[in-house]
C-alpha cells in the first residue's frame, strides 16, 4: 500500500490565483481529513469527509472548498488564493472500526502565496 | 472547552539521557489519546494510542503512560534519531475529530 499520498509537494501561487491540492489514500479508509500546520500553531483541521458525498467544515474552513466523490480522493481547493493561506497541508485518513481512531497522514504540500 | 497542553515546548538532552515528556488535557469523555512523531518537511507518523487510565504503550524506546488528566511519552536512552517533534492529540465524546497539542520539540546530540 502507497498510504496516503499528496501532490504537489510544493507550489507557489500568486495572489488571486486558485488550485487545487490533491489527496489519494489506498487503504480503504472512510474517514479522510485536511489540516493546515504553521510554525507555532498546530495543525488547525480545514474539512473532513465521513465518506463518499459528504463532507464537514473544521476549525478553519474559509477560503477552501473540498468535495468527495469517491472513497480514495479527497481534494482540497483554494480559490483567490491569499498569503493567510501560506502554509503546509497536510491530508489524513482513518480506518471506520470505532475501537480505532488513529490518523494516518500524507506527506505535505508546502504552499506559499505571494 | 477541550484542550491539550503539551510540555516543554522543546527539549535538548545528551544520547543515553533518559527523561519524559508531558501532554496534559482537559476534555469530556476521552475516547482515546494519540501520540505522534513529526520529522521536519513530513507528516505526523502514528506511535501510540492510549484509551483508559493506567495503559501503558511501548514501542523501542518510547513508552506512553495514561492517567485521568495527563499522559507522558518516556525516551529511555535516547538517540540522536529519536530528534523529532512529538505530538499528542485526544479524541473526546461524539467527535469524529482529534484535538491537538502544539508538540514538543526534541533534539538528542551525540
Known amino acids: 500500500n502507497a498510504g496516503v499520498t499528496q501532490t504537489p509537494k510544493f507550489r507557489i501561487l500568486k495572489i488571486g490565483q486558485s488550485m487545487t491540492l490533491q489527496c489519494t489514500q489506498d487503504?480503504?479508509?472512510?474517514?479522510m481529513y485536511w489540516y493546515r500546520q504553521d510554525p507555532g500553531m498546530g495543525l488547525k483541521l480545514i474539512y473532513y469527509?465521513?465518506?463518499?458525498?459528504?463532507?464537514d467544515k473544521g476549525e478553519v474552513p474559509n477560503g477552501y472548498n473540498v468535495s468527495r466523490s469517491t472513497t480514495e480522493d479527497f481534494p482540497l481547493r483554494l480559490e483567490l488564493a491569499a498569503p493567510s493561506q501560506t502554509s503546509v497541508y497536510f491530508c489524513a485518513s482513518r480506518p471506520p472500526e470505532r475501537a480505532s481512531y488513529e490518523q494516518y497522514f500524507g506527506p505535505g504540500t508546502r504552499l506559499t502565496v505571494t | 472547552e477541550d484542550q491539550v497542553t503539551q510540555s516543554p515546548e522543546a527539549l535538548r538532552l545528551q544520547e543515553g539521557e533518559s527523561s519524559s515528556l508531558n501532554c496534559s488535557y482537559t476534555?469530556?469523555?476521552?475516547?482515546?489519546l494519540f501520540w505522534y512523531r513529526q520529522d521536519p518537511g513530513k507528516g505526523p507518523e502514528f506511535l501510540f494510542t492510549l484509551y483508559s487510565a493506567g495503559e501503558e504503550k511501548e514501542k523501542e524506546r518510547l513508552k506512553a503512560t495514561l492517567t485521568k488528566k495527563e499522559s507522558f511519552l518516556h525516551i529511555t536512552a535516547p538517540k540522536p534519531e529519536d530528534s523529532a517533534t512529538y505530538l499528542c492529540?485526544?479524541?473526546?465524546?461524539?467527535?469524529?475529530?482529534?484535538?491537538w497539542g502544539l508538540g514538543t520539540s526534541l533534539a538528542v546530540n551525540p
Open positions: 487503504m480503504n479508509h472512510n474517514y
Open positions: 476534555v469530556s469523555g476521552l475516547r482515546g
Open positions: 469527509s465521513v465518506g463518499a458525498g459528504i463532507t
Open positions: 492529540a485526544v479524541n473526546a465524546g461524539n467527535n469524529r475529530k482529534l484535538i
